[in-house]
Nanobody, 120 residues
Framework: VQLVESGGGSVQAGGSLRLSCAAS????????VGWFRQALGKEREELAT???????TYAPSVKGRFTISKDNANDTLYLEMNSLKPEDTGMYFC????????????????WGQGTQVTVS
């Protein structure tokens, strides 16, 4: 299994970015996947998840501004980020579980290498 993020960069506050996560040897239609953020000196934060069935969840900090989506045919996960704030700065990771449902405390087993987002 391989997860590869892309799409990060530097943007001004109020701007938008779209992150992508390409999965290999891993079907998004059969697994729970999500986006996480880790700011410098802070703990990793779960931002959004989407189950194999398409059920989505959002952290309060990003709800209404970020949208998680996926292309099952191409096994690609997306995170559309709008109205970006300086506090959204951090390394963004996609991750996947071994099960379809996201309604669980089971850990995310597979992780990408991350893509940096800087909002100034």
């Amino acid at each position: 299994v391989q997860l590869v993020e892309s799409g990060g960069g530097s943007v001004q506050a109020g701007g938008s970015l779209r992150l992508s996560c390409a999965a290999s040897a891993y079907s998004l239609s059969r697994h729970c996947v999500g986006w996480f953020r880790q700011a410098l000196g802070k703990e990793r934060e779960e931002l959004a998840t989407v189950s194999g069935n398409g059920d989505v969840t959002y952290a309060p900090s990003v709800k209404g501004r970020f949208t998680i989506s996926k292309d099952n045919a191409n096994d690609t996960l997306y995170l559309e980020m709008n109205s970006l704030k300086p506090e959204d700065t951090g390394m963004y990771f996609c991750a996947g579980r071994n099960i379809r449902s996201c309604a669980t405390n089971l850990p995310f087993r597979y992780w990408g290498q991350g893509t940096q987002v800087t909002v100034s």
